[in-house]
């Protein structure tokens, strides 16, 4: 249930991220920019959501934002490194990678939000 109410939620921001990404790109952005315009107004977004609605976390909100953009970084890293490969040697049109590199992000992101933003340890550090 839990990762359904994530996705749910991460949805919105996933689609921020993407909408942010679109406009960008459309707007004459590299698409490395516009993905981290993108990234980041959806890691808000899905923060504040999955806080309160997914995990009911609503104790040391700026510590677990700290760990959740730490988590985030991770899930970018990801994100850049596939957009490279896609874009710059496979050739996939920019907009259609993004889309691909979406659901690899997001199985990262959960799990590791799971175990260290949102987990009861989280709660005690």
């Given amino acids: 249930m839990q990762f359904i109410l994530y996705c749910l939620c991460g949805g919105i921001g996933v689609s921020t991220d993407y909408l ?60 850049f490194v596939m957009l490279w490969i896609l874009v710059d040697h496979m050739g996939v049109d920019e907009k259609v990678a993004k889309l691909l590199t979406l659901p690899v992000v997001v199985i990262i992101q959960f799990m590791l939000n799971r175990r260290i933003t949102f987990g009861s340890t989280a709660a005690n550090r």
């Fill in 20 to 79: 942010v990404y679109y406009l960008s790109i459309q707007a004459g952005l590299w698409y490395q920019t516009a993905n981290v315009l993108g990234y980041l107004c959806g890691t808000i977004i899905s923060f504040c959501l999955n806080r309160i609605i997914t995990f009911n976390a609503r104790d040391k909100i700026a510590q677990r934002f700290a760990i959740f953009l730490t988590v985030a970084a991770v899930g970018f890293s990801a994100s």
